[in-house]
């Protein structure tokens, strides 16, 4: 079988560079999974839960929207934030939707920005609360 090298980067630094098994990504509608000699792709990425399986050991990160491209059996993640599930700030995730939830909007940039602040916060949670 063949490996699999998964890159995650943000902004800041390289997150991650290794040889993974399988990787699972939440994409802006729905959810991937890429294996080894997966076909080649361009896809936009969601705010959630993306999981790396190497043997039986699974590796779980938040991550904050972006890009993922996927050649030759490297799967190159860009995102803005990467966030391992077990240093996820759940209070400020919980803080961050209750406000965005008490926002009233009355512009289509407005709604789109809460909207934005929703997902994440949810997206954020729900990675912290599925391990």
Do not use: W
Request: hydrophobic share 40%; charged share 30%.
């Amino acid at each position: 079988m063949s490996e699999l090298i998964c890159t995650i980067v943000t902004p800041e630094k390289t997150a991650l560079d290794e040889p993974v098994d399988f990787v699972a990504l939440p994409l802006y509608d729905g959810e991937i999974g890429i294996a080894p000699d997966h076909t080649p792709l361009i896809g936009r990425l969601g705010f959630g839960e993306m999981r790396l399986r190497k043997g039986d050991a699974v590796s779980r990160y938040y991550v904050d929207g972006g890009f993922v491209q996927v050649v030759d059996n490297r799967v190159a993640v860009l995102t803005s934030r990467a966030v391992p599930a077990d240093q996820i700030d759940t209070e400020a995730a919980e803080r961050q939707l209750r406000e965005a939830l008490d926002q009233r909007p009355t512009t289509q940039d407005q709604f789109e920005l809460r909207d934005r602040l929703v997902a994440q916060a949810r997206g954020q949670l729900r990675v912290a609360r599925s391990g």
